[in-house]
Structure formats: C-alpha cells, structure tokens
C-alpha cells in the first residue's frame, strides 16, 4: 500500500504562484516508489493546472471540497461531476475548517462523501476532535462518531475510494503537532473501527494519512508509525522545499 503526502494550499497562492509552486515539486519530486503525491490548490486553478499535467507527471490533483448537491440551481458551487470532467480524480471532504467556519455538519459531509464517490472520486475524508474533546477525553468517541456518521452509505466496495485523514483541530496550523504516540494511537483506533463496520481488509487497505502541523522535523517519526500512511499538509505545503523533504520522509518510512 502506497503512503500519500497531499497538499492542502486552503486559501493560498495565486495563479502564478501556484503554477510555480507546482513546477517547483515537480522538478524536484525523485522517482516515486512509495508515495503519491497529491496537490490541492484553490479550486478556480484546478482546471489550468489540470491542463499543464501530462501522463508522465507524478502529481495529482485534488479540490478542497465539492457540492453536496448534484447539478442544479445552487449559486457558486462546484460538482464533484465538474471535478472529474476538468481531470480532477480526489477532493478533500470535511475539513475542520469547512466545519467550523462553513457550518458543515457531517450529514453534509455524508452528502458530499456519497456526491464524490458516485463521480468515481478517491475522497480524502478529514475526521478531527476539538482540543475541549481531548481534555475531556472524548476524542475516541466523538472520532468513531464523526467517520461513522460520514460514510453511514459507503460500501465495502466503495472504500477502495476513501482514504482517511485524522486532523486534530488542536494541532490545524498552531504549530502544535500530535506526538507520535497520540497519531499512532487514534489511527490504530480508526483501523479497528473500520474492521468492526467493514472487515479486516478494508482495515487493512485503506489509507490513514495524519494531519495537522505536520513538518519536515516531525514528519519521519509521524510517517514511520505502523498505522500512519501519509499525511495531509497544510502550511509546510505552500514551499516546494518543505513539501519535498516530506515526501522524502514519506518514501524513508
Ligand atoms: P497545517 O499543516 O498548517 O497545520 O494544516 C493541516 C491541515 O489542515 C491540512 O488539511
């Protein structure tokens, strides 16, 4: 199983510094044996940047998020069915900060899960506790909660297109960054759930990429961990010098 290093640029960058970042890893990216690298920029690039990928590039593209809905008369959203009509194959869902700041709650999130995979999308699903939940120690529940919520429609078939990303909200761009120890032990909590809802193998298979804070001093102990395959990155991404040494660490573990 191959680990993933995504990319979460958010609200950064603009056309032509986004377009430079991307030429910047690309140039750098060495041969990848264990990692896929996926970028996920503001989505009005997409498209552009879409364009400029050719089959050899190592990189994949991803949007930040999409539609609940499908297509019809909702002003300013996107599709996950425009997404892949413009070459986009993975959108991230859920994210803390479409949570707290854009009022998703997850039975929208649930909605956008089952839009995306209809669109044969791979979802990058975020789960994540608030730091009031860990100091109360309700982390685990509110986690087993958040992901069953989000894929109550999913099946065993369509979790070949999920992968999971734990965000502790406590650790989303603070500097703060889950020990090793604390990744290791939510993920390995999240695989047991998978194989008590799925089976085994789609425990066994499907990605748990960490996020939160995550930099190229901590990524090779937080990537090395037995249940951790990646990670989802949010300000070490926006420079393709940190971005690459995570990817490094990524293809070390
Ligand atoms: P930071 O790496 O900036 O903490 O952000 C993590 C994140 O939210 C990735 O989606």
Same mark, same amino acid.
């Given at each position: 199983?191959? %680990?993933?290093?995504?990319?979460?640029?958010?609200?950064?960058?603009?056309?032509?510094?986004?377009?430079?970042?991307?030429?910047?890893? %690309?140039?750098?990216?060495?041969?990848?044996?264990?990692?896929?690298?996926?970028?996920?920029?503001?989505?009005?690039?997409?498209?552009?940047?879409?364009?400029?990928?050719?089959?050899?590039?190592?990189?994949?593209?991803?949007?930040?998020?999409?539609?609940?809905?499908?297509?019809?008369?909702?002003?300013?959203?996107?599709?996950?069915?425009?997404?892949?009509?413009?070459?986009?194959?993975?959108?991230?869902?859920?994210?803390?900060?479409?949570?707290?700041?854009?009022?998703? %709650?997850?039975?929208?999130?649930?909605?956008?899960?089952?839009?995306?995979?209809?669109?044969?999308?791979?979802?990058?699903?975020?789960?994540?506790?608030?730091?009031?939940?860990?100091?109360?120690?309700?982390?685990?529940?509110?986690?087993?909660?958040?992901?069953?919520?989000?894929?109550?429609?999913?099946?065993?078939?369509?979790?070949?297109?999920?992968?999971?990303?734990?965000?502790?909200?406590?650790?989303?761009?603070?500097?703060?960054?889950?020990?090793?120890?604390?990744?290791?032990?939510?993920?390995?909590?999240?695989?047991?759930?998978?194989? %008590?809802?799925?089976?085994?193998?789609?425990?066994?298979?499907?990605?748990?990429?960490?996020?939160?804070?995550?930099?190229?001093?901590?990524?090779?102990?937080?990537?090395?961990?037995?249940?951790?395959?990646?990670?989802?990155?949010?300000?070490?991404?926006?420079?393709?010098?940190?971005?690459?040494?995570?990817?490094?660490?990524?293809?070390?573990?």
């Amino acid at each position: 199983m191959r %680990n993933i290093v995504a990319g979460n640029w958010k609200s950064n960058k603009l056309m032509k510094e986004g377009a430079e970042l991307m030429d910047a890893i %690309n140039k750098g990216l060495p041969r990848l044996q264990k990692t896929e690298v996926i970028v996920a920029p503001p989505a009005p690039f997409l498209a552009h940047y879409a364009s400029k990928l050719d089959h050899t590039s190592q990189i994949q593209l991803s949007a930040q998020q999409c539609s609940a809905n499908p297509s019809g008369a909702h002003t300013g959203e996107f599709t996950a069915e425009m997404l892949r009509s413009c070459g986009i194959n993975t959108v991230i869902i859920g994210h803390s900060e479409r949570r707290d700041r854009f009022g998703e %709650n997850f039975d929208v999130v649930r909605e956008k899960v089952e839009q995306a995979v209809a669109a044969n999308l791979h979802v990058l699903l975020c789960c994540g506790e608030p730091l009031e939940v860990r100091e109360t120690h309700g982390h685990f529940e509110l986690i087993a909660k958040q992901l069953k919520d989000a894929l109550l429609e999913i099946s065993i078939e369509q979790m070949q297109r999920i992968t999971i990303a734990y965000e502790p909200v406590w650790a989303i761009g603070t500097g703060v960054t889950a020990t090793a120890d604390q990744a290791q032990e939510m993920h390995h909590f999240i695989r047991k759930q998978l194989t %008590n809802w799925y089976s085994p193998e789609v425990a066994g298979s499907t990605r748990i990429l960490y996020g939160g804070s995550c930099k190229p001093s901590n990524a090779a102990e937080i990537f090395g961990q037995p249940d951790v395959n990646g990670g989802l990155i949010g300000g070490a991404a926006l420079d393709a010098e940190s971005f690459l040494s995570l990817i490094t660490a990524s293809e070390a573990s």
